[in-house]
């Protein structure tokens, strides 16, 4: 018979020592503690997307020039 996933990981957890346990409370937290994507990051992101926009127009403004020649 298939176990429900919160009874798998129950009886999961049951099986682990002390030590286990905390690495694994440990890991959880640390998932749930990630802090948002900092303005640095978002500017910095925005500026490359920027970048890449620019030089997409730029290459197909080259290739109508070279089309047209």
């Known amino acids: 018979m298939l176990q429900?996933?919160?009874?798998?990981?129950l009886q999961?957890?049951?099986?682990m020592d002390k030590v286990q346990m905390e690495e694994v409370?440990?890991?959880i937290k640390g998932?749930?503690?990630?802090p948002e994507k900092t303005t640095?990051?978002?500017t910095?992101?925005?500026?490359a997307m920027k970048e890449i926009r620019q030089a997409?127009?730029?290459e197909k403004?080259?290739?109508k020039l070279r089309l047209a020649v």
């Open 25 to 27: 409370l440990n890991y």
């Open 40 to 42: 640095d990051y978002q």
């Open 61 to 63: 403004g080259r290739k």
């Open 4 to 9: 429900s996933p919160k009874l798998a990981i």
């Open 31 to 34: 998932i749930l503690n990630q």
């Open 56 to 58: 997409l127009r730029q």
């Open 12 to 15: 999961s957890l049951d099986a």
């Open 44 to 47: 910095f992101r925005k500026e």
